[in-house]
T-cell receptor
Framework: GIQVEQSPPDLILQEGANSTLRCNFS?????LQWFHQNPWGQLINLFY???GTKQNGRLSATTVATERYSLLYISSSQTTDSGVYFC???????????FGTGTSLTVIP | DSGVTQTPKHLITATGQRVTLRCSPR?????VYWYQQSLDQGLQFLIQ???????AKGNILERFSAQQFPDLHSELNLSSLELGDSALYFC?????????????FGPGTRLTVT
């Protein structure tokens, strides 16, 4: 299967700081999504981004499919951004879905 | 709120028992996916259904089975439960399930096997 590696595994930020989370994947993919798992366990869609760049408020994401990585940018972080950020990909050879191990983000006031 | 509903929210049962988890997809979505999230294995894809038919299988144990009904809701059946089956089980749905559409996740069912 596809290996999905996320870095860093853990991140602690002061409120207002910016950060970049990375997702590397080992093979070509059909699609890629970023999720935020909040402290209550809910998985919230952030971006559906198989390629290119998207922005939504303080968050933006870029996927370079040919180089097999995606980046999630969080600007002016807030305490509500705390939680675990996952990227997930689908293989292009048979509807298999793989999640990364996540980046645990803690934003302190 | 993603529009995907799952019941029950919590389930506590004993080893050897059988349970059924239920999922209703977003209105109009034809595809349903099941995932398991455990501390040691992370988030793992179990199985996908599209319009009532099984489309893809992931790391689903033989003791587990699923189906999607004509009204598109889905059930995940877990039998002969073991302690290691304790996990958060998520259902997701997407419009087509062709691999080029976005998955939306339900709130999950937390299963505890004692």
């Amino acid at each position: 299967g596809i290996q999905v590696e996320q870095s860093p595994p853990d991140l602690i930020l002061q409120e207002g700081a910016n950060s970049t989370l990375r997702c590397n994947f080992s093979d070509s993919v059909n699609n890629l999504q970023w999720f935020h798992q909040n402290p209550w366990g809910q998985l919230i869609n952030l971006f559906y981004i198989p390629s290119g760049t998207k922005q939504n408020g303080r968050l933006s994401a870029t996927t370079v499919a040919t180089e097999r990585y995606s980046l999630l940018y969080i600007s002016s972080s807030q305490t509500t951004d705390s939680g675990v950020y996952f990227c997930a990909v689908e293989s292009n050879t048979g509807n298999q879905f793989y999640f990364g191990t996540g980046t645990s983000l803690t934003v302190i006031p | 709120d993603s529009g995907v509903t799952q019941t029950p929210k919590h389930l506590i049962t004993a080893t050897g028992q059988r349970v059924t988890l239920r999922c209703s997809p977003r209105s109009g979505d034809l595809s349903v996916y099941w995932y398991q999230q455990s501390l040691d294995q992370g988030l793992q894809f179990l199985i996908q259904y599209y319009n009532g038919e099984e489309r893809a299988k992931g790391n689903i144990l033989e003791r587990f089975s699923a189906q999607q009904f004509p009204d598109l809701h889905s059930e995940l059946n877990l039998s002969s439960l073991e302690l290691g089956d304790s996990a958060l089980y998520f259902c997701a749905s997407s419009a087509l399930g062709t691999g080029v559409d976005e998955q939306y996740f339900g709130p999950g069912t937390r299963l505890t096997v004692t």
